[in-house]
């Protein structure tokens, strides 16, 4: 991961946490999770409340963490082949099926 954001933000208080040294860490983790499959979800260090990785607000818009998604209308039921060939032509990234109508 390239780079540190000067602060991030509390989704539940509000709270400005500035990223510098040992405040890093945890974040650090938040981000590499990421970037390996895993959510780390860590406890804001004013509030103490868990937040989820997508939900920290970055200064700047520093990092933006994200899904993408496909939508298939009208198509049968993918068959896991299929899910598994679109897997690997993404690069391997984490694929997560979600079935029916929204
Ligand atoms: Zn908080």
């Given at each position: 991961?390239?780079?540190?954001?000067?602060?991030?933000?509390?989704?539940?208080?509000?709270?400005?946490?500035?990223?510098?040294?040992?405040?890093?860490?945890?974040?650090?983790e938040v981000?590499?999770?990421?970037?390996?499959?895993?959510?780390?979800?860590?406890?804001?260090?004013?509030?103490?409340?868990?937040?989820?990785?997508?939900?920290?607000?970055?200064?700047?818009?520093?990092?933006?963490?994200?899904?993408?998604?496909?939508?298939?209308?009208?198509?049968?039921?993918?068959?896991?082949?299929?899910?598994?060939?679109?897997?690997?032509?993404?690069?391997?990234?984490?694929?997560?099926?979600l079935a029916?109508?929204?």
């Open positions: 991961m390239a780079g540190r954001a000067p602060v991030v933000t509390c989704p539940h208080c509000a709270a400005e946490v500035e990223l510098v040294d040992e405040a890093w860490e945890p974040f650090d981000l590499n999770g990421w970037a390996e499959g895993r959510d780390a979800i860590i406890a804001c260090p004013a509030c103490a409340q868990p937040v989820e990785p997508t939900s920290w607000k970055w200064a700047d818009d520093y990092f933006a963490l994200g899904h993408l998604g496909f939508t298939f209308w009208n198509w049968p039921p993918l068959r896991p082949e299929f899910v598994a060939e679109f897997t690997h032509r993404l690069g391997g990234h984490r694929t997560v099926l029916g109508k929204s």
